[in-house]
């Protein structure tokens, strides 16, 4: 059985008492649902706040990027064994707002997923074609090259114990979602990519939505066979919108 995840993506909104207000409506909500993981990934200059807010809480919390390197002169850049040391358990890589605005090449984003996974951290693995992708008709050939780069870079096992996220550029802050149709579609492929070379890790691979996922629209999503949770940016920032969100992941049927 698969897990679900719900993982909240805060991108750069944080402030110390908005963090704090945040945060503490939602551990006033929250309860913990079997089989379902739930965290915040958040700046990280606010890893030690976040930190002493979660502490023995049903909420995690993780890094929205991680260095490829583990230490030295690379000046701005946050290790992998920084974020392990405050805590964080998850680590969003390959954003596509990282490999739009920082220039990440999938080599780069598979050299990053490498080092999260030295870090001993999960890392979230984001995927996803634009639109203009899309409209050609390539997204299958943007996400099978986005997902080889960490497969043929560090070979499927690399993949064991991360989760992969399906983020459609397009749908990302525009309010604009894939359909749980479309959605399907894609986490089937990537399932069946994963499953090309390892048919179990396939199988047992994680993958999650992430575009304009709202209380609205998360149960239709999530009900998806092959979509495990979401990625939540913008509906995370609202603590009874998140909340509800989390309780569809729970609520979603089960799956093999
Ligand atoms: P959104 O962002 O929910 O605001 O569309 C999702 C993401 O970029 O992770």
């Given at each position: ?12 909104n ?14 006033s ?5 079997p ?27 993780g ?10 002169a ?23 707002e ?23 951290l ?40 991360a ?26 492929f ?11 890790l ?8 992430g ?9 239709e ?8 949770g ?17 309780r ?9």
């Amino acid at each position: 059985m698969r897990s679900r995840y719900v993982v909240g993506n805060w991108k750069l909104n944080a402030s110390l008492p908005g963090n704090e207000s945040l945060l503490k409506a939602l551990l006033s909500g929250v309860e913990s649902q079997p089989g379902c993981h739930l965290a915040v990934c958040v700046p990280a200059p606010y890893f030690a706040q976040v930190r002493s807010l979660l502490v023995g809480s049903p909420v995690a919390w993780g890094g929205q990027d991680v260095s490829r390197f583990d230490k030295g002169a690379y000046t701005g850049d946050v290790a992998g064994g920084m974020l392990a040391e405050f805590g964080c358990r998850y680590v969003i890589v390959g954003h596509s707002e990282r490999r739009a605005l920082a220039g990440e090449s999938d080599a780069v984003v598979a050299e990053k997923h490498a080092a999260a996974r030295r870090a001993g951290l999960v890392p979230i693995l984001c995927v996803g074609e634009t639109l203009e992708e899309r409209q050609r008709g390539v997204t299958e050939q943007v996400l099978a090259r986005q997902l080889d780069a960490v497969l043929d870079g560090q070979g499927p096992q690399s993949l064991d114990g991360a989760v992969v996220a399906y983020e459609p550029v397009w749908a990302i802050g525009t309010g604009r979602t894939a359909t749980s149709e479309q959605a399907q579609a894609v986490h089937a492929f990537l399932r069946a990519r994963v499953g090309e070379r390892d048919a179990a890790l396939g199988a047992r691979l994680p993958i999650i939505y992430g575009g304009s996922v709202k209380a609205g629209n998360a149960a239709e999503l999530f009900a998806m066979p092959d979509v495990d949770g979401g990625l939540i940016g913008g509906a995370s920032l609202v603590a009874d919108e998140f909340l509800a969100i989390w309780r569809a992941a729970g609520l979603a049927p089960g799956r093999n």
